[in-house]
């Protein structure tokens, strides 16, 4: 069971509420990005050995970030990536993905940073919205 708790924050919450409402008029692309500040340095323990965590940013992190981007654009249709293992000899350190939905929209990327924030700006053919919520 995966606990995909961001829905519920309130900064997500609102960003909905104001997608759902139009306001912003069509959304045409995004930028997202999870930030994930242990995964920035070699270390070790669970989240840098496979066979313990299944893999590195896009299973543990990234999933949470593609969760919350489902909720406020339906479901992906595609997705082209590209990821890295430079911290970590066994897991991604780093990915870049794009995810095409099924109006056209598109964006993303995941990748470790310095903080624990996930951030997401929409452009739209309106007003555009940013969001960002730290841990």
Not at 13 to 24: F, N, Q
Not at 47 to 58: L, N, T
């Amino acid at each position: 069971m995966v606990g995909y708790m961001m829905r519920y924050a309130e900064t997500y919450l609102k960003a909905k509420s104001i997608l759902t409402s139009g306001v912003l008029g069509k959304v045409i692309t995004f930028g997202a990005t999870i930030y994930v500040s242990q995964l920035f340095r070699t270390g070790k323990g669970w989240r840098y050995d496979k066979s313990q965590s299944g893999g590195g940013v896009v299973i543990g992190q990234a999933t949470h970030l593609i969760d919350l981007l489902q909720w406020f654009f339906g479901p992906v249709q595609s997705v082209s990536a590209r990821t890295r293992g430079w911290y970590s000899k066994d897991v991604e350190d780093f990915a870049h993905a794009i995810l095409n939905f099924a109006d056209g929209l598109y964006g993303c990327s995941i990748r470790p940073g310095a903080s624990d924030t996930i951030a997401c700006s929409k452009y739209a053919s309106r007003p555009r919205l940013k969001t960002a919520r730290s841990r």
